[in-house]
């Protein structure tokens, strides 16, 4: 059977999308307070976003939103200079990913080794998590940040783990409901109960200082100097917040297609991308790009066409004109938690059981670009993995080759080279600098 057929069944294409749209909400909320920004951002960001992406993307059945990457890579931005620098960021950034597709870059995702994806996907879910600390702070009277003590710490240590044990195992009774919406729903009758007997639990409307509530996304232009100066602060920003979006879309697309024996299209899912996040700039969003989880759970739902993400992303806007009352309810400890539930289903924890069985130099990769994401970046990290992969790949292919040298009578020196040439290989056996250059030169 196609997984794109003609006939198209629109009872679980529905379902599924509204399944996914439930489970969108926390997850934006959540990334919106990890970028420090109003959870309406996140909100809007996810439907337009994931609305432009199901109808212009390149994988049909694949959900895009606000994330967690995105979020992480614009959160010093942010912090330092305000919101409207992030919606220049953003603009920018769909700018960089749109010329992208245009010159067909998208193919080139496929060249990164898989021991750099491990490496960048474990430094994803450790910055995620560091991003959570900030959760388990307060303001003292004297204005100073400290961590939060005594029953304040208890009940929300209490509610972080009840909200992941739900999610963790509610699946195992039932999958009729998302367990992070049930999660969420439990949580927040809890806390609602810890509010009356007299406990400060921290909610969403207290983070936006007040009900979360809107009607259709408008037109907004970014309120900042449109001059070089603005452009020398979002530029480094937008270029590794579009390259890390397209990486995780596209390892996304990949996914999919072989969970459906199909093919997407990498280029058209880079426009796709890009046009999204370009109106997300001028609509006051975070900007998205692909959603893994989101995505395997549309697939395995029965979501195969656009109509499934397309439902998904307008269910979320009903919910946000319709229901913003009860998602300024939902406690902060809430957030965490499916957090915490993300940082472990997106840290590859087989990666500590290939260490003894994969050769020292995946391991290094791995280990390198993990840390380099922790410290540096995303995109740096990604870059210097592959760099490093293909200077080992150069290294070993390099073994393969031989050489022999010849002394002519008028005394030139002749290297005789078998085998596939690689620099790699040239400075291994220490050929003097001045033959390596006219071999350069000569290629």
Not at 59 to 71: D, E, F, K, L, Y
Not at 206 to 222: Q, T, Y
Not at 346 to 366: A, G, R
């Amino acid at each position: 059977m196609k997984f794109l057929s003609k006939k198209i069944n629109y009872k679980n294409e529905i379902l599924s999308g509204l399944t996914v749209a439930l489970a969108l909400v926390p997850e934006a909320i959540a990334f919106s307070f990890v970028l420090r920004v109003d959870p309406i951002i996140g909100l809007y960001s996810a439907f337009v976003v994931g609305l432009v992406t199901s109808i212009l993307g390149g994988r049909p059945g694949m959900i895009s939103g606000a994330t967690g990457s995105i979020a992480v890579v614009l959160a010093a931005l942010v912090t330092t200079y305000g919101v409207e620098y992030l919606f220049v960021t953003v603009i920018l950034m769909g700018l960089l990913q749109i010329l992208a597709g245009i010159f067909k870059l998208g193919k080139f995702s496929r060249i990164i080794p898989h021991s750099v994806m491990l490496g960048f996907v474990n430094g994803l879910a450790i910055v995620i998590f560091k991003a959570q600390l900030s959760q388990f702070k307060t303001i003292d009277s004297y204005g100073n940040s400290i961590w939060i003590s005594g029953n304040q710490l208890y009940i929300m240590l209490g509610l972080i783990i009840l909200t992941m044990v739900i999610i963790k195992f509610l699946p195992k009774l039932t999958k009729t409901v998302p367990s992070t919406l049930v999660a969420i729903i439990i949580t927040t009758l809890i806390s609602l109960k810890l509010t009356k007997l007299g406990f400060n639990i921290p909610n969403v409307r207290d983070f936006a200082g007040g009900e979360i509530s809107g009607g259709l996304p408008e037109f907004h232009m970014p309120v900042v100097p449109l001059n070089l100066e603005t452009l020398k602060i979002v530029f480094p920003f937008a270029i590794t917040a579009a390259f890390v979006g397209l990486i995780e879309s596209l390892l996304t697309l990949s996914l999919v297609d072989e969970l459906t024996n199909t093919r997407g299209k990498g280029n058209k899912e880079t426009i796709g991308q890009g046009v999204a996040n370009l109106i997300s700039g001028f609509t006051g969003g975070m900007g998205g790009c692909a959603m893994i989880g989101q995505s395997m759970i549309n697939v395995t739902s029965g979501g195969k066409t656009r109509v499934s993400s397309s439902f998904a992303a307008i269910s979320l806007l009903i919910f946000v004109m319709f229901a913003s009352g009860l998602i300024g309810m939902i406690p902060l400890a809430a957030l965490v938690g499916v957090m915490f539930m993300v940082v472990i289903g997106t840290f590859e924890w087989e990666s500590f059981q290939l260490f003894n069985k994969i050769p020292k130099k995946d391991v290094f990769i791995i280990i390198i670009v993990t840390t380099i994401t922790v410290v540096e970046d995303l995109a740096i990290a990604v870059i210097t993995g592959i760099i490093i992969s293909a200077l080992t790949f150069a290294w070993e292919k390099g073994k393969k080759i031989s050489a022999r040298i010849e002394l002519r009578e008028d005394g030139a020196k002749v290297y005789r080279l078998d085998g596939p040439l690689f620099f790699g290989y040239l400075l291994r056996e220490r050929i003097p600098k001045k033959y390596i250059l006219i071999l350069l030169t000569l290629m």
